[in-house]
Every structure is written in C-alpha cells, then in structure tokens.
C-alpha cells in the first residue's frame, strides 16, 4: 500500500513530470517557508503508529498496512467491527487502485472492472453510513467520505463536513476528512477557499496540482490583492522563487544538469518578470498588510542577488532577519542570510566568529531534509571558495559537513598540507570557528596517518612512509575492504608473466582478509632496502635488482594486482592520481636500464615485460570495423612502442632457439607473431 491512504481526488490527478538524472551541482533550493511533505509525513506517521497500537507491536517491524494482519489481530480481540471496517477499507483500495491504472494506458482497466468497482464503492458507501454511531465513527466517516469522492458525489461531502464531520473531535481521521473536503471544494469551483484550506494542512500536492498553471507573478498579485495574509501566498512565492533558482542556476559556470533533489514541476522565469516581483515584495513591505513582511523582504532579497544587485540583497537579508514571521519564515530568511553573506563579505575574524554561529545552528536543524540541502549548497558554493587558501579548514569543513567530497579532497591534498591538516585536528581549537569544525570532526583512527604515509608511497619516499606507518596495528588494514587482497596477492611476482585473480570462494571468505603485518610498511621497507642497496650493487646483480624493482613498482601501481598499496580502491576509470608518481612509468624505466643484460633469461623477462600493455602508452595495432565480418580487424602499428618492444622480443627469441613458455604460451605475443611474420 501507498504511504498513507489516498485521501483526496487531487492526489491521484496525473501531472507532468521533470525527468532528471543525478548529477549532484548542489543546487538544492534555498528558499523554503513551505514544507513539502508535512502533510503526507504527518498522516503516514500517525496512522501508522495507530496500526501498530492496535497490533501491540513496539518495534519497527510495522511499516505497510495489511488487511490481513489487522483483520487478524481484531479477530483474536473479538472485535468483528473492526474486522468489518478493515475489509471494506480493503475493497476501498482496490477501487483505488483500479482508478490509479487510467493513468496509464498500457493497464488501462476494463469496461467490466469500472463498473464492479463503482457498484463496489457504493456497498462501501452504505455500509460506512450504517456506522456512523459506532466507536469507529471517525474511521467509518472518512471511508463514506472516500467512497464518495471516487463516486464524484463532492456536493455530498461538502455537505457532510459541514453539517456533520466537521464537528467530530480531534483525529487524524477528521484532518483526512478536512482534505478530501478541500478537494471537494476545489472541483465544484471553489478555489480558493480550497488553495486556503490546502495551505493551512500543508498539502503540498494538491497545492501543486491547484494552482500548476497559475504560477506567476500575476497570479501571487491577484492572491495579494484578494487577501494580503492569504494562506496560500507563502506555497505560492516560494514556487515562483524556486523556479527563478532554477534559471538562475542553469546559468551558472557550477550548473550541470538538473540537480537532484529539484522541482518536478518547473516554468521559465523570465528576469523581467524576476524584477517585478521584487518590486512587488518591496512594495507589500511598505503596505504593512501582510503580517509576515519578512516572508516577502526575503523573496525579494534572494531574487535581488540572483538577477539584481547583489550589495542591495546583502542589505535587504539582513533587514529581513529583524522583520515578523512564523518560525519557518525567520528560519528561511536566516538560511538566505548566511548564503548572501558567506558569498560577499571580505573574510575576517568577526565573520568567522559569526559563521561558527550561523553553522551551528544550522547543524541543530539537520533532521530536516531542506537543512541538509542548504548546509550542502552553502559548502560547496561559497564556503569552498571562501576556504581555499585554508586547505586545513577547508578539509575540516568537509569533514564536519560529511560531504562526499572529503574523502577526494583529502586524497588529492599535498602531503604537507595533510599533515597540517592532522595537526589542526589534534591541537586546541584557537577560535569559534575552529571550535565548531574541531567538535564535529568525524575521526577514525589511524586513518589519517595512514593515509599520509600512503602518500609518501606514492612520492617513492620510503623513509617518510615508514615514520608515519610504523605504529599502525595489523588489525587496521584487516577492516579493510582490500584485506583479502593484501591476505593472497604478492608483489614480487611479476604481472606480465602471471596475474594473481582470485576464486569466488577466497574473495567471499571471512578468513581470508587475515594479514600477518601491516602490507604498507612491509612493502615501503623492503623498497627502501632494495633502492638503498643500489650503489653497492654493479653488473648483472645491478640489472637484476633494477628488474625486481620494476616488478615491484609494476604491482603497485593502479593497473597491478598489488593497486592497494597506494590507493583503498580502484575502478575502471582509475589514472595516476594527483601527486602520485606514475609508478608504470618507473617501472618502464628500470625495464630499460635492465634490458641490456647478459642472462639470457633475465633479458628474456625484461623484453617480455617491456611488451606488456600497461608499460605502453598505446597497443601495437590499431582496428577498423569490418561490415562484411560484424568484427574489428587489426591493423600493426610499426611506430607504436608496444609493436617497437615486441619486434625485439621476437628476434631475440630467434637468437636463444627457444622461448620460454610464458612466451610461447602468450595469445598477443603468437597474434603479434603472425602480422610480424606477414610483413
């Protein structure tokens, strides 16, 4: 079953719909004085915690209605009325259910399951009359009011609510009444004592629905005019200000796409008519009708630094902060505040002693969606570049905020600023600002440590990654997601001779993430005693070790089996990362100062692994498409290095007689063989 129970006949009217795709530019709404879901979130919550009293459950476990467990439970109460209630409420739903289907065509119903359903509702209808003196009164009034309203009976249940429903005690069963009345209202031409009773419950959706194609600056001058402290102009205002985001944001060097979280139902808000509301709201100040001037100071501020001036809407936030208005208009406006100003004004101390407030306050409101959004919204588009030269706040503001952009940001951070970065986390918060980012640090230990010992790794400083791995326990890396690659892969074996793929039954085993020493500091120490130990080696134990190296700077870097080294994951789009050495290009180079050995074997290893791709910038042919075979054809590329590095592992395999089986056994090599040899 749906959230809560459709009430009225609005909710089920098909709408047009925005098809958006994720792509996360931030751009959450800002202006908001008119809760979306209050409505449905309040009918679903208390409903469903009626279902669960009646069920004896105290648990979570409870979350759909379902006629059979309720039906259940009343018959082991011996309660046959609610037995009764709940199998017509049940019939009620599949009546529901079969008008919901004439929105899509492909399921559209039969001409014989609209009549069983219309002779249907009006069995539910008469059976909810007959119980409207029983202790489910309110229960069975909102089902007679239902039946109805699917009936299209609207004049019955206006006269109903008002002569009798209206005058039940205090439920939510009779707030359900009260909207299905509004909606009564709304299809026998009375609008807009419908739009006002829609707004006083914080029906969102049938406000949408209402008032979809008068959405305008005239059409909010009309409601004004009409009643200046109408209940709708709120719901109203804050649609047109959303959708002049919407085209604000779509000019924007950060605008990307739809942001998630965006409007289904969006008009082109022209900046003409952008100016003439602003110069409606400034307008409706000075009347002094409206008992909430900061609802339209704010409106009017907002849309100034969007299309105005943007020093004029620094003046105009602040004024709206002093001004009346419910608490969620206040909020609104000090949302809009903090954005304007953290956007505008130079930096110093008093404003971050202020925005340590502002951030605070707006934490304490992170139950609420839209907080979340704007916390969001104001990090990465103002905050982010009022930080940038802080890297260490910036990071910490990152932290603190939980965005996904921490862990990128962190990761791509020099070294040294990292470091800067643990040092601030550690040490007493010197100002409020630092204060409030230092409280809502979410810290995993070792964490940073180890990553700023990875990223000496990746500079191939060996000595500075020890220092800083050296006290990370076993027991960190075991937690990790790349363990039981670190548990079963090597690094000294080479890639291009064997690659470590591991079976299902290992990588899904819980024992075999189990690792005998920290994998890191392992690798860094041997790699400084086998770098360090360069200048006293020469000759042919000198090539050797220049090999062993580059099997080791191979394995390490992103396309080797040993990538979680220097990394906690890896995908497909992976590439040498910021600050990073490219560790392939190194192994590359310790390949060619070892290809010139003597050892017949040894040079056999390196000419192969020269040849292998991830030590090439681009394969040694190229490929067309072939329309007569549905195939690519391949086509050598004599002056690709990989063609280069192959030719000499094919005339030196001429000169030793016999190849190795790694050699001979290799699928590119032989295909590589048959174009060399075709030349």
């Keep these: 079953m749906r959230r809560f129970i459709t009430t009225s006949l609005l909710a089920v009217i098909a709408l047009p719909m925005l098809a958006c795709y994720w792509a996360d530019n931030h751009n959450y709404y800002l202006f908001s004085v008119y809760e979306r879901t209050e409505f449905s979130n309040r009918m679903d919550e208390i409903t ?34 609610m037995v009764s209630y709940v199998q017509n409420l049940e019939k009620y739903l599949r009546c529901v259910a079969i008008e919901e289907r004439k929105q899509r065509e492909w399921n559209y119903p039969t001409k014989e ?75 026998t031409g009375q609008e807009a004592k419908a739009g006002e009773l829609f707004a006083e419950m914080g029906d969102y959706n049938s406000l949408m629905t209402q008032y979809y194609k008068k959405r305008s600056f005239a059409a909010i001058r009309q409601e004004y005019l009409r009643d200046p402290n ?8 804050q649609d047109f200000v959303n959708n002049s985001q919407e085209a604000y944001d779509a000019c924007q060097p950060h605008g990307e796409g739809e942001a998630f979280g965006g409007k289904l139902f969006i008009r082109d808000i022209s900046q003409d008519e952008a100016k003439q509301m602003r110069n409606f709201c400034e307008q409706v100040v000075k009347e002094r009708k409206t008992e909430v ?9 907002w849309l100034e630094y969007m299309f105005g001036s943007k020093e004029r ?37 008093n404003y971050d002693n202020w925005l340590a407030q502002e951030l605070e306050w707006l934490f304490s409101k992170q139950a609420e969606n839209h907080y979340q959004n704007v916390l969001n919204r104001v990090t990465y588009q103002t905050l982010k570049k009022r930080y940038a030269e802080s890297p260490e706040r910036m990071a910490a503001l990152f932290n603190a905020t939980g965005t996904y952009e921490y862990e990128t940001y962190i990761d791509t951070m020099k070294v040294e600023r990292l470091e800067d970065y643990l040092q601030y986390t550690l040490r007493s918060p010197r100002t409020p600002l630092d204060r409030f ?13 180890d990553l700023i010992g990875t990223k000496y790794m990746r500079l191939c400083q060996w000595e500075k990654a020890i220092q800083w791995l050296k006290d990370i326990p076993t027991s960190y890396y075991e937690k990790k997601g790349y363990a039981v690659y670190a548990a079963n892969r090597k690094y000294d074996v080479a890639p291009w001779i064997k690659r470590q793929w591991l079976r299902s039954a290992v990588l899904y085993s819980n024992h075999n993430g189990k690792l005998k020493s920290n994998p ?47 990394r906690d994951g890896k995908n497909v789009s992976d590439s040498v990362r910021i600050n990073e050495t490219d560790l392939a290009a190194k192994a590359a180079e310790l390949l060619r100062k070892a290809d010139n050995s003597k050892d017949t074997r040894l040079k056999e290893e390196v000419l192969f692994a020269k040849a292998y791709i991830y030590m090439n910038p681009s394969p040694w042919y190229t490929l067309t498409w072939n329309s007569n075979t549905y195939e690519y054809d391949r086509h050598p590329a004599p002056q690709s290095a990989q063609y280069k590095a192959f030719a000499s592992l094919v005339e030196y395999e001429k000169s030793i007689n016999k190849p190795s089986g790694y050699v001979s056994k290799c699928d590119e090599y032989k295909q590589f063989l048959q174009a060399y040899n075709r030349r």
């Design 313 to 349: 809407a620094l003046k105009d936030i602040r004024t709206a902060t002093t001004l009346s208005g419910t608490e969620r208009i206040k909020d609104n406006a000090r949302v809009l505040r903090l954005y304007i100003e953290s956007a505008l004004v130079p930096q110093s101390e």
């Design 113 to 187: 399951e609209i009549n069983a359903c219309r002779k249907n509702l009006q069995a539910i209808r008469s059976y909810a009359a007959g119980k409207l003196k029983t202790r489910l009164r309110s229960q069975h009034a909102l089902l007679y009011m239902r039946s109805n309203m699917m009936l299209g009976q609207h004049d019955t249940n206006i006269n109903f609510w008002e002569q009798t429903a209206s005058q039940y005690i205090e439920t939510v069963y009779k707030d359900m009444m009260k909207n299905i009345y509004a909606g009564a209202l709304y299809k």
């Design 437 to 449: 980012l230092w409280t809502h640090q979410k810290k995993t230990e070792h964490a940073l440590e």
């Design 48 to 81: 469903r915690n009626n279902w669960k009293a009646y069920l004896g459950q105290n648990d979570d476990s409870y979350f759909f209605f379902r006629a059979d467990d309720i039906i259940k439970a009343a018959r082991k109460k011996g309660d046959a009325l």
């Design 520 to 566: 890191k500091l392992t690798f860094a120490r041997e790699m400084q005693r086998m770098e360090g130990e360069l200048n006293v080696l020469s000759g042919e134990e000198l090539k050797k070790r220049y090999y062993e190296l580059a099997i080791r700077y191979a394995q390490a870097s992103y396309t080797g089996d040993c990538w979680f080294l220097m």
């Design 293 to 301: 001037p900061a609802l339209w100071k704010s409106a009017k501020a």
């Design 230 to 237: 109408a209940k709708v102009l709120p719901f109203l205002l």
